[in-house]
């Protein structure tokens, strides 16, 4: 009966009728009440008929029974009640990178990347030789095709038949993306949209685009996503953070990668400088070089300065990632705009990423240090030379024990902590060695405090087993520390146990001594042993810990070893050993003098270039590329140098290259650290930009300028993302294909049967059927009546 039912009501192919109920709307006692009087009504009528057989005269009143009894029936509307349960065809999206580094042109070499390309172009390649021992040089489109064009012949190739085969099982969509993302019009195998796209969006938003194109089709079934692209996002969502979320939602992923992993290429990475030069100093500029597919080739490195050369040298090309020293001198206060640019060699698949550019600021002022000292230990004995051979610096020492005549006979030495306000107020740095709280006065120590707190100064404590930090409990200076200090007792430490590099001192130029970081981290293995360490509770919030100690994986927290924090205007920067000294071992003074300058510079620059205001604005660098993201910190500061907590900070930002409206910028506080605020944007356009406080707050405030240069986002990276195309597919639970697994794609999509129940009506009165049969049952008892003479 179900069957016949499927039939009678219509219902297409894949639609399934479950439970019917047939029912009568105005009543089936009516609806049988008058059924039996239209059975009775005709044999009434035919009982008086002279036909002269009775059996004709039963089936003639049998079909006007019949007529009558379906005329009654249907007036009292006939109805089925029944569950549609019909199967739902689920969606996969297909969304196809045209970001300006689908335009790049891998050249391929190797015959697999060959024989690949071919395969999707339709082609035949070297190994497709119709006579047997001979190949045939492949096309030229195979050898640098274009990664979009690739992708577009792919989709395009009847032997693969993609969007057909996707369209057998499934409802497909076609998106296009890089900055956005575009539905196209095509559906199904339709795909003549295709054939107008072009690659030139100025970024590639890979996560952001796949999570708009699911939520475009939120509450219906999604049996997949397919992405194109090489995977070189560069903005938006991280793309592996999307693919984790969509297999909690059981949304797979799959991925195709276009273009090579490791195409011919050389990038200038970066140029590692400081954003702040002394002028006439030597400042060292390393340039970070990636390069792929020319070892052993020789090139020319050429480091300019405000467009001028200033130094080149031949470099040979290691492969992977390899690091070249230049020198740059600056003449006079000023800035100046860093470009090391590497000369192109045939065959690179992009040249735009071949320079990289460096914003410096040059200042021309010294650098007042007070040095005060207990006993002349190892650490002075060295320091004392380092800041004494340093031009940057205006150094003056004061012994608190040893030769009390120090101070006549010596220009560099002072005999006591000034006493006047306004000469303690002088000093950009005081460093306080192995003293003990008792040598300074409450006022000299609440001078210390105010210098930090209000005039932008920095102090720096070098610990020792006299007095530094034990005895500053409870004073001005112990609570400006970044260290809670705990009792402040001296503990062995074993001989095995040296310094290590935080991921927070990875980030800093300060510990920084060498590229790679790998050095770096082994210079710093070189300081042991340590005699005995100052017992700390830790970091306080807020402190920034550079260097903790080796065995600190099985503590709590990281030894403060190197700390530093903001305290009010300033900077105050705590050294937990007095055997840095031993960073001269085997090379002499050279890192150590770099580490000290560095540090000094990190904790005065801010002060000297007159940025100590009451509220500060600052950037995480001097100088971006078009298109990466600008960090702002602000840290604000009461009339009496308090923190003020407020739920966000509104900066401006301008362009000076722009006459448009300047852009405010909502800053949100810093977690544990009061009144600093932070956030993240993205630069509008390449130039000189501005970061400056709000209207009401610009005279308590300074501003701060950077550089964004305009090496386009997209033809920075030339390499298709392999990483980032295998484990987007993994964390989805979805699959990765290359261009030659492409044909196998539409058997990877798991299909799952989903189906949707409608619980519905249907009359009966109206269906075609009931109306053949009323007109065969009255066109029967016509015909026996008219072959009757009844008629």
């Known amino acids: ?5 499927n039939r009678l009501l219509g219902l297409q192919a894949g639609e399934v009728l479950s439970e019917p109920e047939v029912f009568f709307r105005r009543g089936w006692i009516w609806a049988l009440l008058l059924a039996v009087c239209a059975v009775a009504f005709a044999v009434w009528v035919y009982r008086g008929e002279k036909v002269p057989l009775r059996t004709r005269r039963a089936f003639m009143a049998g079909f006007q029974a019949a007529a009558l009894a379906l005329i009654c029936v ?39 990347d060959l024989e690949e390309a071919a395969a999707a172009l339709g082609v035949q390649s070297d190994t497709d030789s119709p006579v047997p021992g001979q190949t045939r040089p492949p096309g030229k489109d195979a050898v640098s095709v274009a990664r979009l064009k690739l992708a577009q012949a792919a989709m395009e190739n009847p032997s693969i038949n993609l969007p057909a085969r996707l369209g057998a099982d499934h409802e497909v969509r076609f998106f296009c993306f890089d900055d956005t ?27 952001s685009a796949v999570e708009e194109a699911a ?16 995977f070189a996002w560069n903005q938006g969502e991280d793309p592996l953070v999307v693919a984790e979320r969509f297999r909690e939602k059981g949304i797979p992923i799959y991925t195709v990668g276009i273009g090579l992993p490791a195409p011919a290429d050389i990038h200038v990475r970066r140029i590692v400088a400081p954003d702040v030069v002394f002028a006439g100093d030597k400042v060292p500029v390393r340039v970070q070089l990636d390069s792929v597919g020319y070892d052993g080739r020789i090139c020319d490195l050429t480091l300019s300065v405000a467009g001028k050369q200033a130094q080149s040298r031949t470099v040979t090309l290691a492969g992977g990632t390899q690091f070249e020293e230049l ?25 735009v990423n071949n320079r990289a550019t460096h914003k410096v600021r040059i200042i021309d002022e010294k650098i007042k240090v007070l040095y005060v000292e207990g006993m002349p230990r190892w650490e002075y004995r060295y320091l004392r030379w380092v800041l004494l051979r340093d031009p940057r610096l205006e150094v003056k020492f004061l012994m608190t024990q040893g030769d009390p005549n120090l101070a006549a006979i010596s220009p560099y030495h002072v005999a006591r902590y000034p006493e006047d306000a306004a000469a303690a107020m002088q000093n950009d740095l005081v460093i306080i060695g192995d003293v003990p709280s008792t040598y300074f006065t409450p006022a000299q120590l609440d001078r210390m405090e105010e210098l930090v707190r209000t005039r932008g100064g920095s102090m720096l404590m070098i610990a020792g087993p006299i007095g530094s930090p034990s005895s500053y409990v409870n004073t001005p200076v112990g609570r400006m520390l970044p260290v ?25 130029r300060i510990v920084s001594l060498v590229l790679p970081r790998e050095r770096t981290e082994r210079l710093w293995e070189t300081i042991k042993p340590l005699a005995a360490l100052p017992e700390l509770t830790g970091a306080k919030p807020g402190a920034t810990v550079l260097l903790s100690l080796s065995y600190a994986t099985d503590r709590s927290k990281p030894y403060p070893l190197i700390a530093w924090q903001r305290y009010g205007n300033g900077k105050t920067m705590f050294i937990g050993t007095e055997d840095l000294w031993r960073l001269r071992r085997e090379v002499g003074d050279a890192f150590h003098a770099q580490f000290w300058g560095q540090a000094i510079q990190f904790l005065t620059l801010s002060r000297l270039l007159g940025e100590n205001k009451r509220i500060t604005i600052e950037t995480d660098r001097a100088s971006y590329a078009a298109g990466e993201h600008v960090q702002v910190f602000a840290n604000v500061l009461s009339d009496g140098y308090e923190p003020v907590l407020l739920p966000s900070y509104t900066v401006r930002i301008e362009s000076r290259a722009s006459r448009t409206d300047p852009v405010e910028m909502e800053l949100t506080p810093v977690p544990d650290v009061g009144g600093l605020y932070t956030g993240l944007f993205v630069p509008g356009g390449e130039g000189t930009h501005v970061a400056r406080a709000g209207q009401d707050d610009q005279s308590e405030a300074n501003s701060v300028e950077f550089e964004v240069f ?13 990483q980032v195309f295998n484990k987007m597919a993994e964390l989805s639970g979805g699959k990765a294909f290359t261009l030659r697994g492409l044909a196998s794609l539409p058997d990877g999509i798991v299909k799952k ?6 619980r519905t009506e249907r009359d009966l009165w109206d269906l075609p059927a009931v109306f053949v049969l009323l007109v065969l049952v009255c066109g029967a008892e016509w015909f026996m009546r008219r072959r009757d003479n009844l008629v």
């Open 1 to 5: 009966m179900t069957s016949l039912l």
């Open 74 to 112: 249907l007036l009292m509307g006939p109805a089925v009640a029944f569950k549609l349960v019909k199967p739902i065809r689920q969606t996969v999206l297909v969304l196809l990178d045209t970001s300006e580094s689908m335009d790049l042109r891998d050249k391929r070499e190797d015959p697999r």
């Open 181 to 207: 993302l575009r539905p196209c019009a095509g559906e199904g195998p339709d795909i003549e949209w295709l054939r107008d796209q072009s690659a030139a969006g100025k970024s590639s938003r890979v996560g």
């Open 215 to 230: 939520a475009r089709y939120a509450g219906q079934p999604i049996a997949g996503v397919v992405v194109l692209s090489d």
């Open 327 to 351: 020198i740059f001198t600056p003449a006079e206060a000023g800035s100046a705009v860093l470009e090391a640019e590497i000369s192109p060699l045939p065959g690179e698949a992009g040249t």
């Open 484 to 508: 809670a200090i705990g009792t402040g007792q001296w503990m062995p430490v074993s001989d095995t146990v040296h310094p290590v590099v935080t991921p927070e001192g990875e980030q800093s």
């Open 710 to 722: 305009s090496t386009p986002l997209e033809q920075r990276e030339t390499a298709m993302q392999q």
């Open 753 to 758: 049967d989903q189906v949707r129940v409608i």
